[in-house]
């Protein structure tokens, strides 16, 4: 049963940052590289850059030609193709000389003074020049202070990835459900209160993340639509002391895991039902839940 943790303590005690390894990182590229790079893609997309690196308080955006999937830990842009087609703003960054492995402890952390931590100022809002990066396939901004995001993300058609949790966002609703081609959508650690019946337009999204929200005074309904996303394979739900799930929740036939933690749905009886009749589901995180799965995996017809 939801026992009133505060959001902020189960984010400390089940989401600790883990330490950074020299090997997950990019060197900083020279201003040679930069330079390169920048020729390759449009002006629009460059003073979209421009402009979030000024929202930011930074100088400047890296850039790099990487393969889509790099996954790096603070504010840089993926080139492929002369396009931006990745881009990650994170509140802060190490950097460091991935040569000299005496920076890093045994645990993975800095100890050597030229291990500089740069911590910027969180960013507060999404310029609406964001919408000149059409090609943007992935966009991570978790960890910043976002209570909204601007209408110009909905030009985003090619985007695949929106990664927007440890923001203060309070509603799944225009213009994230406009961006139809998403297939992975978190945003975990918001404050999410209201969720928009137009989410059932992503009907490719594979995988779904949202919750806490403490402080709501009635319950969270999932609208009826969540049925239509058809092709969801894994589903996290957090911190909820009251969440109404529709009986369309077991149209989720692609559904093989699903997490929730400190959720209280109104009608348990009938959710442990739908969990226990999803005809794919292999895995189910439960704690400190009202309903429960039985554990047994369907055999396939």
């Not at 400390?12 to 060197?27: F, T």
């Not at 966002?169 to 994230?176: G, K, Q, S």
């Not at 911190?239 to 400190?262: C, H, K, Q, T, W």
């Amino acid at each position: 049963m939801y026992n009133g943790r505060r959001a902020d303590d189960v984010y400390i005690a089940r989401h600790k940052r883990p330490p950074v390894k020299p090997r997950e990182l990019i060197p900083v590229p020279s201003e040679e590289h930069t330079t390169k790079e920048l020729q390759q893609i449009p002006a629009s997309e460059r003073h979209a850059l421009d402009a979030i690196a000024a929202t930011a308080g930074l100088d400047t955006i890296s850039y790099f030609s990487q393969d889509i999937k790099t996954r790096t830990f603070d504010r840089r842009a993926i080139i492929r193709n002369g396009h931006v087609v990745a881009l990650f703003i994170l509140p802060d960054y190490y950097v460091i000389d991935p040569e000299r492995s005496d920076s890093w402890d045994e645990n993975g952390n800095p100890e050597r003074d030229d291990v500089v931590y740069l911590a910027n100022k969180r960013l507060g809002r999404l310029p609406p020049e964001i919408g000149n990066l059409q090609y943007l396939e992935v966009l991570d901004a978790h960890w910043n202070e976002l209570a909204s995001v601007p209408p110009e993300l909905a030009k985003l058609r090619s985007l695949k990835e929106l990664r927007i949790s440890s923001n203060n966002l309070e509603a799944i609703d225009a213009p994230i459900t406009k961006l139809v081609k998403l297939t992975n959508l978190d945003m975990s650690f918001n404050s999410i209160k209201a969720i928009s019946p137009d989410i059932g337009i992503l009907v490719d999204l594979e995988r779904l993340k949202f919750g806490d929200s403490f402080d709501m005074g009635k319950p969270l309904r999932l609208p009826e639509t969540i049925g239509n996303l058809v092709k969801l394979r894994y589903l996290s739900i957090e911190n909820y002391p009251a969440l109404d799930v529709p009986a369309a929740f077991g149209r989720l036939a692609s559904l093989e895991e699903i997490d929730m933690y400190y959720v209280n749905v109104t009608r348990p009886d009938e959710m442990t039902t739908i969990i226990n009749n999803l005809p794919s589901i292999k895995k189910a995180g439960l704690s400190h839940c009202n309903f429960s799965w039985s554990g047994k995996i369907k055999a396939k017809p």
